[in-house]
């Protein structure tokens, strides 16, 4: 059983800052791919970024030069450093898990958080 853990959502006026942190628990040996996907009042959840086990970075261009990706291999965690936040980075940010392995079984996923709340004030 695969649990992600979220935590450093928050409420912040324009241009403030918040860092994002995500766990994942239950005897892991390696997981491919983390990162985290924004879901927007009344819209589709949305890449934001996510990073390989090489290092390879993958984020939308809205958050480029802003947010920062970082990923803890050996405790298994991806963190989202987020500066110069504006409204439009509003939503349920969802950690995600791809290509999980755990007691020598692969699992593709992928696995989601519960979504923690970041809310921007204009």
């Known amino acids: 059983q695969v649990h992600l853990v979220e935590s450093g959502g928050g409420l912040v006026q324009a241009g403030g800052s918040l860092r994002l942190s995500c766990a994942a628990s239950g005897s892991i040996s390696s997981i491919n791919v983390m990162g985290w996907y924004q879901q927007a009042p009344g819209k589709q959840r949305e890449l934001v970024a996510v990073v390989s086990r090489t290092g390879s970075i993958n984020s939308s261009d809205a958050v480029k030069g802003r947010f920062t990706i970082s990923r803890d291999y050996a405790k298994n965690s991806v963190n989202l450093q987020m500066n110069s936040l504006n409204p439009e980075d509003t939503g349920l940010y969802y950690c995600?898990?791809?290509?999980?392995?755990?007691?020598?079984?692969?699992?593709?996923?992928?696995?989601w958080g519960q979504g923690t709340q970041v809310t921007v004030s204009s």
């Open positions: 995600t898990a791809v290509g999980i392995t755990q007691h020598g079984t692969f699992y593709p996923g992928p696995y």
